[in-house]
Structures are given as C-alpha cells and as structure tokens.
C-alpha cells in the first residue's frame, strides 16, 4: 500500500495505490495525507483496511504532493551502495 494524494493541484484527495497498483479513494477514511494521517494509529487503522473495499479512482489523475501542510519533508535513502555498507544495510534493488 502506498499512500497518494490525487487530483487538481490545491484540491488533492487522499488516495492509496493498492497491491495491484490500482489508485483507491481514501477520502472516506481520511481527510488527507498529512501528519495526523501519518501518526502511528492512523497507519495502523489504514493498514488493517480492506484496500479491494475502497472505490476505485476511475482515468489518470494528477499526483501531487505526497504530504500536506508541511513546510519541510526530509527523508534518508540508501541511493549508494556506500550507505548501505555503511550502516549495515542490504543494498537496495532500487533507489
């Protein structure tokens, strides 16, 4: 499960991309991908959702933001094979 936002710029719908990579709304579940969606209980709650319930997002839609209302988002990746020797890490298949 991946969590997306969908649709027109500044108008996004929370959405997930399910295991067989089909865009589901989540806006009945959520309000939006944003830190209180991200909370531990929150993930739990989306985790243990049956994604085949949720109504597929029909077409093509925009992809935006993956977060909202953050002004900054950092994040770590194991891109080199280096930082992964580093901290122990298998190498990733993809970066």
Do not use: W
């Amino acid at each position: 499960m991946k969590l997306v936002r969908y649709g027109d710029a500044g108008q996004e719908k929370p959405g997930l991309i399910d295991a067989d990579g089909q865009l589901r709304d989540l806006s009945a579940q959520i309000e939006d991908v944003n830190g209180a969606a991200l909370s531990k209980d929150s993930l739990a709650k989306l985790s243990a959702l049956d994604t085949a319930s949720l109504p597929v997002v029909d077409g093509s839609p925009r992809l935006g933001a993956c977060v909202a209302g953050i002004g900054k988002f950092m994040c770590i990746g194991l891109n080199y094979s280096d930082h992964a020797a580093e901290t122990g890490a298998a190498i990733p298949e993809h970066p």
